[in-house]
């Protein structure tokens, strides 16, 4: 395979800078690809897709190397295809819009707008990249006030399996804009940039993080189950429960209000067990964001192999699943491994199921759950547990979220998409109808 067409920074297996390219944040994707394009611009995006056309080979699309199974941003003797060095922003304060090249980091970027004075949903951790984080829906302790990623984007720019460099909007290849919010990323086209619709940000926002014993977790768990979905929609948080061997069961989330009405709002959350450190605290909104989301190096990685599943709870746990939990955290012997919580509701659930490729609208809250390891002999052993809690918890949550995949899930278009699966076939056909970018649980085209 001549590289000769190839645009950009290339580097093919065996070249400078190949040892540092193979490295995902989370090492059990590593894998060895043939060739790394760093694309500087959509032509060398366009280049590297006909490429891959042309030589058969096989073709990924990567934007913050996170993430969570394997073949998904990522392919063993094909091309890789990383935006990451494209990470320009233009803010227009005026529209109150961004545009945002798809190879920028999270983190930079919604400190970046919270410094011009803007506020933008973000995830959990910095080191994710917007390019794919946008396409699945995208969540953080500021979407019960202004709803998911998705949500907030207003157009991208994609190159399609041809190679053609297109626009989506609402007036423009409007099935495409719609599949774009929540269909998840690479199945359409790989995309180069988005606009966001961004909102003034407050002066300042309050935020909080609470520790209790971590054998309280039951106690802890069943609390905020109660009281997170429904409490005001100004509120989002986390609820974090690590391994026994780390010990850390917190709540962490931010409100858009004062000190004095938050206090007031967690009261039920800090009259359950005995926690052992209250912080709450009121910050310029740029020092918020700080304090949630603590700058990581970039693109970043976990010193531990990491294996996730994820779910949703449309209905508050009986003791069952909370003892599900406890016994996987009591046995897990990583330090990452822990069950994640964040709250629902507010302006994610006042998006109809339909209006967006983004499905989930109304569930109480978000779990997801993970095993880490450090040592190849202990993987087989950490894959199972994520399994069998996945099979145990089954009767207690529904469906999965497509940014945190398990290749377990079989019947992964259901899971993912609902009932916006068809539909979603449907618009795979009509812009990449022989498959070119498909990778485990891709969605199929619906002649497939």
Same mark, same amino acid.
């Given at each position: ?159 399609? &399996? =041809? #190679? ?6 609402? !007036?423009?290849? %409007?099935? +495409? ?5 929540? *269909? ?66 917190? &709540? =962490? #989330? ?6 004095? !009405?938050?206090? %007031?709002? +967690? ?5 359950? *067990? ?175």
């Amino acid at each position: 395979m001549g590289s000769k067409e190839l645009t950009g920074r290339v580097i093919f297996m065996g070249d400078p800078g190949y040892k540092e390219a193979i490295k995902n944040w989370n090492p059990y994707v590593d894998t060895l690809p043939l060739v790394f394009v760093f694309a500087q611009n959509t032509v060398d995006v366009s280049n590297a897709i006909k490429w891959a056309r042309k030589n058969k080979a096989p073709v990924r699309v990567r934007s913050g190397r996170h993430a969570l199974d394997k073949d998904l941003s990522v392919v063993k003797g094909g091309i890789v295809i990383d935006v990451s060095d494209m990470q320009k922003v233009h803010v227009n304060k005026k529209k109150a819009m961004a545009t945002v090249q798809t190879g920028i980091h999270v983190g930079p970027l919604v400190k970046g707008l919270a410094k011009k004075g803007f506020m933008a949903p973000f995830g959990d951790s910095p080191t994710v990249g917007i390019g794919g984080i946008t396409m699945g829906g995208g969540f953080g302790v500021l979407s019960r006030s202004i709803g998911l990623i998705s949500d907030n984007l207003l157009a991208l720019k994609t190159v399609d &399996a =041809e #190679g053609r460099i297109i626009l989506a909007n609402k !007036e423009k290849n %409007k099935d +495409l804009f719609w599949a774009s919010r929540g *269909g998840g990323g690479g199945n359409f086209g790989y995309n180069t940039e988005y606009t966001f619709k961004v909102r003034r940000a407050p002066k300042t926002a309050t935020v909080f993080n609470i520790i209790w014993p971590w054998e309280q977790l039951e106690t802890v768990c069943r609390a905020w189950q109660k009281w997170a979905p429904f409490v005001d929609e100004r509120l989002g948080c986390i609820l974090e429960i690590f391994s026994k061997v780390n010990g850390l069961c917190h &709540a =962490e #989330g931010i409100f858009l209000g004062s000190k004095t !009405e938050l206090i %007031k709002l +967690l009261k039920p959350l800090m009259n359950s *067990g005995t926690p052992t450190q209250i912080v709450i605290e009121t910050l310029s909104y740029p020092d918020a964001i700080d304090f949630l989301d603590p700058d990581e190096p970039i693109p970043g990685r976990s010193d531990q192999y990491v294996k996730f599943s994820s779910a949703w709870g449309l209905n508050l746990w009986p003791e069952k699943p909370i003892s599900i939990m406890k016994k996987f955290l009591e046995e897990a012997t990583g330090t990452e491994s822990n069950f994640f919580f964040i709250n629902w509701g507010g302006a994610l659930s006042r998006v109809p199921s339909d209006q967006t490729a983004f499905f989930w609208r109304n569930p109480l809250f978000y779990v997801e759950w993970n095993a880490s390891w450090e040592k190849k002999s202990q993987e087989s052993m950490n894959l199972e547990s994520v399994e069998r809690v996945r099979k145990l918890i089954k009767p207690y949550v529904q469906g999965s979220y497509v940014n945190v995949p398990d290749q377990n899930i079989k019947n992964f278009g259901k899971a993912y998409y609902g009932s916006n699966f068809a539909k979603l076939q449907k618009i795979k056909e009509k812009y990449d109808p022989k498959n070119l970018f498909h990778f485990p649980q891709s969605i199929p085209p619906s002649n497939k």
